[in-house]
């Protein structure tokens, strides 16, 4: 959510912001709709002020024995309660008709965000690790999979397409990474969490997903959301609170399934564990106060990063411009792993400040020490990391000419001391 005083105060501002994600301006709109809902509520305010001061008129006028002041009085009296009424619905529904509106507008970029309406204009600004070099043609992990234990005939025959059945070896590596990860996040001072996968409209609310992602989401006969990610969790885990500034940074972990409809991606990564309608994933996410916010997206990207390294897979990691964000964010750094079957980098990671934009909808504030008001945190999160996409570059980056895998030296201790999966 924004700040109506600050779209009041700084109209261009604000659309020059919307501009740079490629939307029309709508301060003039948003504008029209707050002096509505606060021409409603004054009228309000005034005809209860006057409906109070009447009804004490009445008193005075029948201790006077004045009979047709006091049924003036009443007569007004009854006329400004049919008319607060009226007032009152009149505020309600311009103050629904503004939440709305800004329910669908997203955040803004940060000023240091490189301009962009897509990928093209994100801006690469480091690589690690040197890329793997083979004796023989790397495939790709969909073709070596099968042999390892990725069955997508079955889970097709249960589930459809976008599911995977994992079996040995490689459902294995998949538990192991979860642990290994979960581990290492621990190690780095982020407090593990078991959350629910299943949530109410607020939640997902909460955290920028409704109401225009509702597409991209799974919902049950009784209107909970299957979570996408541990972050509406995990986030939402301090909504309506205010928090002290002792309290801050709050900074959570947890290993989830995640449950995405993938409503916008027909036809893009239809082979293989890229882009599944159920996956598993570490997530990071803290709260911070606004003058921290920015050393802990560092702290964040350190941690996601700390995660390819140790697992020696080469990433690059890229600053996202202003019209490849998401909804919530004002400013992604995203890591892209190195694909050697597509020969490609392929995002892995995604790593969001969302200054105080999730905070606004779900009312989380902080009281600044030595003061009186409060003020709203700051969220961040991040992927550390998704673990289907880590499994796929394994398999790639780590792929023997007779089809076997060699498991990365940090997974080997989660592997009971298995080194090679082997077809």
Not at 16 to 25: I, Q
Not at 273 to 289: C, G
Not at 333 to 339: A, C, N, P, R, T
Not at 387 to 412: C, F, H, K, M
């Amino acid at each position: 959510m924004h700040d109506i005083k600050f779209i009041r105060e700084n109209p261009e501002a604000f659309d020059a912001g919307l501009a740079r994600k490629g939307l029309d301006p709508v301060s003039a709109e948003i504008i029209a709709l707050d002096a509505a809902r606060r021409e409603a509520l004054n009228g309000a305010q005034t005809a209860q002020a006057r409906r109070n001061e009447a009804s004490k008129l009445i008193g005075q006028a029948m201790a006077q024995k004045d009979t047709a002041k006091a049924d003036a009085l009443k007569a007004e009296v009854a006329e400004l309660k049919t008319r607060l009424g009226d007032l009152e619905e009149q505020a309600k529904a311009a103050d629904a008709a503004l939440a709305e509106r800004l329910a669908l507008l997203p955040n803004l970029p940060a000023d240091d965000v490189p301009d962009g309406l897509d990928e093209a204009g994100n801006v690469e600004i480091s690589r690690w690790g040197d890329l793997p070099q083979f004796d023989f043609e790397p495939r790709e992990h969909a073709d070596i999979g099968p042999a390892l234990g990725m069955d997508f005939e079955t889970a097709a025959k249960i589930a459809g397409a976008r599911f995977t059945f994992l079996r040995k070896g490689i459902a294995r590596m998949n538990r192991a990474l979860g642990q290994f990860m979960l581990d290492a996040q621990v190690e780095r001072g982020y407090n593990e969490c078991a959350t629910p996968y299943l949530v109410r409209d607020e939640a997902v609310f909460g955290v920028g997903q409704l109401p225009k992602f509702a597409e991209d989401l799974f919902q049950t006969t009784d209107g909970r959301w299957l979570i996408s990610t541990s972050e509406v969790s995990l986030t939402n885990s301090v909504r309506e609170q205010i928090l002290t500034a002792a309290e801050l940074p709050i900074r959570l972990t947890a290993l989830t399934p995640c449950f995405r409809s993938e409503a916008g991606s027909a036809g893009r990564d239809t082979r293989g564990l890229i882009r599944q309608h159920q996956f598993e994933k570490v997530e990071l996410v803290t709260i911070a106060a606004p003058e921290h916010s920015q050393m802990e997206h560092a702290r964040m990207c350190a941690a996601s990063e700390a995660i390819l390294q140790a697992l020696g897979l080469p990433y690059r990691k890229m600053l996202l411009c202003a019209g490849d964000m998401g909804q919530a964010s004002t400013k992604t750094f995203d890591l892209e792993v190195w694909l050697p079957g597509q020969n490609a980098y392929r995002e892995i990671a995604s790593i969001s400040n969302c200054g105080d934009y999730q905070a606004r909808r779900m009312n989380t504030r902080y009281r600044p020490e030595g003061e009186k008001g409060t003020e709203f945190v700051h969220t961040l999160n991040g992927s550390a990391l998704a673990i289907g996409r880590t499994l796929v570059a394994i398999v790639e980056n780590y792929q023997q000419a007779d089809g076997s895998v060699r498991v990365p030296d940090a997974l080997v201790p989660y592997m009971g001391g298995i080194e090679l999966l082997t077809p």
